[in-house]
Antibody, heavy 120, light 107 residues
Framework: EVQLVESGGGLVQPGGSLRLSCAAS????????MNWVRQAPGKGLEWVSY????????YYADSVKGRITIFRDNAKNSLYLQMTSLRAEDTAVYYC?????????????WGQGTLVTVSS | EIVLTQSPATLSLSPGERATLSCRAS??????LAWYQQKPGQAPRLLIY???NRATGIPARFSGSGSGTDFTLTISSLEPEDFAVYYC?????????FGQGTELEIK
């Protein structure tokens, strides 16, 4: 079974840092591009970042550029999101999602999400 | 950035009725549009990709149509489990963007 499991969320003060992890299983992780997508409480979905299967191509949303770094460890079947200079508006559930080539390179599947709360 | 506008914001229907959800793009996305379903407390689930292709395991009552800037998700006969929030998403350009969602609620 294809599975993505996020971890690392929690309460952090404004200006603080946090690293999110996404553990992949049930598929050959190194062959897939991956993404982070977030959802603020009661709000819609916002794509955050993309990384290619090899890690050589990376994109960020303007809202997080310069503050967030996406990276992966294919040997550990894991995706990461290093978040710094966190703001209240970064409060959200963060999902990792696979770029699925068999479904047109859309987000499929998604993990269950991990909640990041930025507050003093 | 391509802006996706979904309408209506909320749709109130009864089980067995037909649901029609709309997504309009601020510029052409060709057929590079997907639909997702999200239930409370759950992650989104891919329903339709490339405007009209059902994802694996998605029931035939879900269908998508459109190209360019105007897209439609149709649920032919609503089941109780279909009441949820639906999002469209484009992959034509970076950044990938989502619509603001349509909440499908039980009337």
């Amino acid at each position: 079974e294809v599975q993505l499991v996020e971890s690392g969320g929690g309460l952090v003060q404004p200006g603080g840092s946090l690293r999110l992890s996404c553990a992949a299983s049930g598929f050959t992780f190194s062959r897939y591009n991956m993404n982070w997508v977030r959802q603020a409480p009661g709000k819609g979905l916002e794509w955050v970042s993309y990384i290619s299967s090899s890690g050589t191509t990376i994109y960020y949303a303007d809202s997080v550029k310069g503050r967030i770094t996406i990276f992966r460890d294919n040997a550990k079947n894991s995706l990461y999101l290093q978040m710094t200079s966190l703001r209240a508006e970064d409060t959200a559930v963060y999902y990792c999602a696979r770029d699925d080539n068999s479904s047109g390179w859309y987000f499929d599947p998604w993990g269950q999400g991990t909640l990041v709360t930025v507050s003093s | 950035e391509i802006v996706l506008t979904q309408s209506p914001a909320t749709l109130s229907l009864s089980p067995g009725e037909r649901a029609t959800l709309s997504c309009r793009a601020s510029q052409s996305v060709s057929s590079y549009l997907a639909w997702y379903q999200q239930k409370p407390g759950q992650a989104p689930r891919l329903l339709i990709y490339d405007a009209s292709n059902r994802a694996t395991g998605i029931p035939a009552r879900f269908s998508g149509s459109g190209s360019g800037t105007d897209f439609t998700l149709t649920i032919s006969s609503l089941e109780p489990e279909d009441f949820a929030v639906y999002y469209c998403q484009q992959r034509s350009n970076w950044p990938r963007t989502f619509g603001q969602g349509t909440e499908l609620e039980i009337k």
